[in-house]
């Protein structure tokens, strides 16, 4: 950045997850510059501002590689139509009116106001937050801009508030402050269950990370590690890392493994913490490499490393102790030796938590390791039969009720993993796949066309032989579901799609942006065994303003709901009847 003059470029290292940088800019709010996908060149990134006063003081600016300069912050002239009085008068009682607000906002102020209130001292009538709390609220919270990295957020699981949203968020205030917090929100009700002690002075807060165990949220802000109390969220305690955690794949670099939490940081340095004991570090372990994934198998944490020789291999430790186990997998590959240093990909069975690793550059080879032996259930070879296609961020492969669905050059695999069998293969022309997930002996696709104007489908596939049963067609909309939309800023004309289950049908939601309409969902429910349509409604959830721009992330699809997150809003949509369900704050 020199002067007014910016340019961003991919970061270095091959992060092409990392598609989202954020730019101070003094005492206003970030500007914020998405990427888009950063594998696809095709794909266009933006940027758009914020100010302490405003979440968006200009509109998006698409960029695959922005350079130019600052958009102008100065604002549109005001038309004279008279009414100089008018204004002037407006202006008096505005700021009288703030001012009112600021005094009874102080201790002091209340303290004041009350003996003129009655019982708002120490009378018997209602006290002073009870008239005027939701109008202080107001006020203050109008200084107040909170930004929420929805693409962060993670769902509690058993413990207190079970179910609620937990997601990281920075505070950008009229005094210029820009402290880092988490925030968990209950679904349920809409209301804020609680917020923690900010951080002031997180260099990089769109990096937080979160994982949750029954008794604590942690968070990793920099290179410190907080754990907050699932009750209220007060701060239990806090450890130091020795580096900060790099741009994680699925599932990320935090995890609570049997009772412990283990993160894995930048350096390649492995660290366990006992919550229980005022988070006491329990070992380290230094990797060769410098992975960015931490894999929870039963009570062990694996990370793919590569040794000395860079021989690729998995390295399990327990949580407990850090006491180590390498596995080693390898494979004919037609001819062609494959080990785990050829592009590896691991899925932990959701019912045995079993790993079940898949390799191979070109060849596709694969075993499902027994969680608590990490013995091989099975190996299999597919020779150089199958060419498998290989993604560099975690996406293009699926495990699903025992089904693994994976990528090839010319279509996709399906293999049975209880069994370690291959069930089909399929081949398609002229289209972009990505399994969604498996369902009642139906595989869910998302199906891009590549030649023409890209156009969005979603296919059902015949899970025993991998033949099309229906396609439904969402058209021109591009995703917002992961992996390659984790979040995206939308504006004027926009459209964004998620998918997701909703009872025994599928639901396809697409949010739009307009000038004329604000910010609309449209819930689609289809058949999954026809692909037809059950029901479809229409949401509204923001009315036009004066810039229509909104970074949109999907945060959950569970329990027939999906929430949405607006840059500082939370949005819950129930599909089963097409309505808002609760919406934060």
């Not at 209220?232 to 609570?256: H, I, Q, T, V, Y």
């Not at 015949?462 to 049963?469: D, F, H, K, S």
């Not at 599928?506 to 029901?535: D, H, K, P, W, Y």
């Not at 699809?557 to 934060?584: H, M, Q, V």
Request: negative net charge.
């Amino acid at each position: 950045m020199t002067g007014d003059h910016i340019r961003v470029d991919a970061p270095p290292g091959g992060a092409r997850s990392a598609h989202k940088f954020v730019i101070k800019m003094g005492q206003g709010g970030p500007m914020v510059i998405d990427m888009g996908d950063l594998a696809n060149p095709r794909s266009s990134g933006q940027v758009f501002m914020g100010s302490s006063a405003s979440t968006g003081a200009a509109g998006p600016i698409r960029a695959d590689v922005f350079t130019g300069t600052l958009p102008s912050t100065t604002g549109r002239p005001v038309r004279r139509r008279g009414g100089g009085c008018g204004l002037l008068l407006g202006l008096v009682l505005a700021v009288g009116g703030i001012g009112i607000a600021a005094v009874v906002a102080t201790g002091a102020g209340a303290w004041l106001l009350g003996q003129f209130v009655p019982g708002g001292a120490n009378g018997d009538g209602p006290e002073l937050q009870e008239i005027f709390g939701d109008a202080v609220d107001d006020v203050t919270s109008a200084f107040t801009n909170v930004s929420l990295y929805g693409a962060n957020s993670i769902v509690l699981g058993d413990g207190e508030f079970a179910g609620a949203l937990a997601v990281p968020g920075v505070e950008y205030g009229a005094s210029g402050d820009q402290p880092t917090a988490v925030y968990v929100i209950d679904g349920e009700t809409g209301k804020l269950a609680w917020k923690s002690e900010p951080v002031e002075d997180a260099d990089e807060a769109y990096r937080v990370a979160l994982a949750a165990d029954d008794q604590h949220v942690f968070a990793v802000i920099d290179d410190n590690l907080y754990a907050y109390r699932r009750a209220d969220g007060s701060l239990d305690w806090r450890a130091s890392l020795s580096d900060k955690l790099p741009f994680c794949d699925e599932p990320g670099c935090l995890a609570a493994v049997d009772g412990k939490v283990i993160t894995l940081a930048a350096d390649g340095v492995v660290q366990a913490f006992d919550p229980a004991g005022e988070g006491r570090e329990l070992w380290r372990a230094t990797l060769d490499n410098t992975p960015r994934q931490v894999f929870v198998v039963g009570d062990q944490a694996a990370i793919l490393d590569r040794d000395s020789d860079n021989n690729g291999l998995l390295r399990v430790f327990s949580a407990q102790s850090g006491e180590e186990t390498e596995v080693r997998l390898s494979c004919a590959g037609g001819g062609s030796p494959q080990d785990l240093d050829d592009s590896p990909m691991i899925h932990i069975d959701a019912e045995t938590g079993d790993p079940v690793v898949f390799f191979g550059t070109f060849q596709l080879c694969a075993a499902r390791l027994d969680a608590v032996t990490l013995q091989p259930v099975w190996e299999l070879d597919l020779g150089d039969t199958i060419s498998r296609r290989s993604f560099s961020f975690g996406g293009g492969t699926l495990l699903d009720e025992g089904v693994y669905v994976g990528l090839t050059d010319t279509g996709l695999v399906l293999i049975n993993t209880d069994a370690g069998e291959l069930i089909a293969t399929a081949d398609f022309e002229d289209v972009e796949l990505l399994p969604v997930f498996v369902r009642d002996g139906h595989v869910i696709v998302r199906a891009k066309t590549t030649r023409g104007t890209a156009k969005f489908e979603l296919w059902s596939l015949a899970v025993t032989t991998g033949e099309r049963e229906w396609s439904y067609v969402i058209g021109e909309a591009e995703p917002i579901d992961p992996p390659d939309a984790s979040g995206s800023a939308a504006w004027d004309g926009d459209r964004r799609f998620s998918i997701a289950t909703v009872g025994d049908d599928l639901a396809v939601t697409v949010f739009s942006v307009s000038n004329e309409t604000g910010l609309t969902a449209e819930i689609s429910r289809l058949n999954l065994a026809s692909g037809t349509s059950n029901a479809d409604n229409r949401v509204e959830l923001i009315k036009p303003d004066f810039v229509t721009s909104y970074v949109l992330s999907v945060v959950d699809r569970s329990n027939g709901r999906i929430a949405l997150a607006e840059t500082s809003k939370i949005y819950w949509i129930d599909l089963e009847s097409g309505t808002l369900a609760n919406a934060w704050p």
